[in-house]
Structure formats: structure tokens, C-alpha cells
């Protein structure tokens, strides 16, 4: 019996081994033909509209003739690209928005240089973003622009929301954190959010590095989930090689997570400790510049988006706005995906669009 089992299992593992091997030629093959174009992420027809700085304003073409007629401005983080609501043409937040008729502007904040290191969060929020909104008002010959922030850019556009209300005509954010003291979150552990300084001393991070690489940022968040993000992927990786579409999903999101900007030093100090260690934003006692931000003023209607298994903005902390904000036009929405499923998960790509065209829709008188 027992030497009949063995040879089954020697069997076995020889036809995977050789279905393996097939797999892996092919995908050599499929690596040996593709070339940086076919990988190219933010492939939505676009124009530049507006730049300052490093900052690059974007426009995206319509898709639809009948359209909103109040235009929307996506905020993404500092981390990372925005590219990410534009990843590929099947997987496209922007462009699927655009099928439903929004007129989408992007914020690009560039790579920031040794020349950045002193840009602070009022030149991000009080100066870039309100004169991006101010080019698109004015653009539109409108008072107000609904705003889209997306993680660290809705935590912005809720700064944004607070300090000029009179300019923001709905408000979505999306996996944006807003209350940092959660104690069961590794992100905010580190960052400081239970033990302050002593977690992360970021004014000798600052003093010593100037601005904070983005490769540091990237490894910080590749340890939340070592196994998963670090290994796992990549044993897995020729199982996948074989399909050229997988393949080109896979190194699409590798040059995403690795084309991370440097972060701007003295954005990051006040970031890191007025959001993180303080937790300043729902106590009421941040100042962003000269201008103090309370929740209680967005009165505006607001659309809160979040991820049921996000791991680097738990639900807990976005969840919490609902208690700050001043608005009685409140909307809470989950899908049950991580925080980067968000973008790039199918089923969360044919909800989240029309969830938010309708919402919008519902408010533009």
C-alpha cells in the first residue's frame, strides 16, 4: 500500500512540476516580448491645464455628451502616484466615472526635490489645492466644485472642506483617515499615535534626512503585511506569468507601489505629528497655516468611502467622521475589500462609480 501511495505522489509532483516548467517558458516568452509601453499606467486621454511648481493639473476628455455640469477634483495622497484611480483601461476609476458623465480634474503632486523640503501642509492645502480650485471655479464660472479626496488626499480635501466651505459644493472622501488614535492599527502604532515621539522620532528624521525618501515609505508599508506583500506574491509569481494579461496586471501594480515621490520634509514633521501623535484633526487643534480647521464646519454634503479590510486605513478611523462633521447630509458606504481594492478590485469597480455618480447627481442643484 504504501510504496503505491508514494508513486502517485512522486506522479503528482511530476505533473506539476512539468505544468510549473510550461508556465515559466511561457512567461519568459511573455517577459522577452513586452516593453515599457505595454506597461504604461494613467492611460485616460488627458490635458494639462494648470501647473505650478511640480503640481501638474489635469483634465481628462469627456466620454459622454451629457455630463455633470459641476465639475469634480480628485485629491490623492502625497504617497504614491494618482495614477492608481487610473491604472489600466479596465480598471480605470477615472475613466469609468467618466462613462457615467462626471468631469473628473486630477491633482498631480509631482516628485518633490531637495528644493521641496520646506514646503509645509499650508502650502499643499491653502496654497495648491485651493488655487487649483480656484483655476477650475473659475474655469467654470462657478462658486463652488465638488472635491474627491482619496487616503491622505481626503484627509487634504477635509482640511480643504473645513477652512473654505464656501467653495466646496459636495464632498466625497474615500479610505481617508480621520481619527489617528487607533491603537489596533500597526500604520498608526508606528507613526506614533500611542506613544508619540517615542514611536517615531520625526523631527530627527526630518533634522537628519531633509525630505523623507519614498523608498523608506514604501518599505514601512511592505513590513504592515511581510509575507503577503514581501514573498508571497512573488512565489506566486510564476503560476501567473503564463497569461499575459495577469502578467501585465502584476507589473502594472509593481510600478505603482515602487514609483513612490519623496515626501516634502516639513509637510511630512506636521503630518506625522499634529495628525498621528496629536490627532489634532477631530480634537479640533490643527492649524493648517494661519487658518484653524474644525470638522463642524463642512456643511457641505459628504459621501464617506471606505474599505471593510484595509489594513492601512482601518474602517474605525474613517467611520469616525460622522461624529465631527457638521453637515446633515451624511452618506456612509463600505465595500468589502482592502485598500487596494478598491481601485483595482472588478466588483468594487462596477459599485463604487455609480455609487458616486448618483450621489453626486442626487446634489447638483
Partial sequence: MLPFLMQMRLDDATEEYTELTKKVIKGIENLSRLR????????????????????????????????LNIPVLIVYALVNRPFMVDLQEDRSLVANLLKLGLDIYLIDWGYPTRADRWLTLDDYINGYINNCVDFIRTKHSLDKINLLGICQGGTFSLCYSSIYPEKVKNLIVMVAPVDFQISDALLYMRGGCTLGAEALDIDRMVDSLGNIPGDFLNFEFLMLKPRQLGIQKY??????????????????????????PDQAGEAYRQFLKDFYQANKLIKGELMIGDK???????SMPVLNLYAEKDHLVPPTSSIALERYVGTEDYTVRSFPVGHIGMYVSGKVQRDLPPAIADWLKTRAD
Fill in 36 to 67: 515599457e509601453e505595454d506597461i504604461e499606467i494613467g492611460v485616460t486621454p488627458k490635458e494639462v491645464v494648470y501647473r505650478e511648481d511640480k503640481l501638474v493639473l489635469y483634465h481628462f476628455q469627456p466620454m459622454v455628451e451629457e455630463r
Fill in 235 to 260: 512565489l506566486d509569481f510564476p503560476e501567473i506569468m503564463h497569461s499575459e494579461d495577469k502578467l501585465l496586471n502584476f507589473l502594472r501594480m509593481e510600478k505603482w507601489i515602487f514609483d513612490s
Fill in 292 to 298: 484653524r480647521v474644525s470638522l463642524s464646519n463642512i
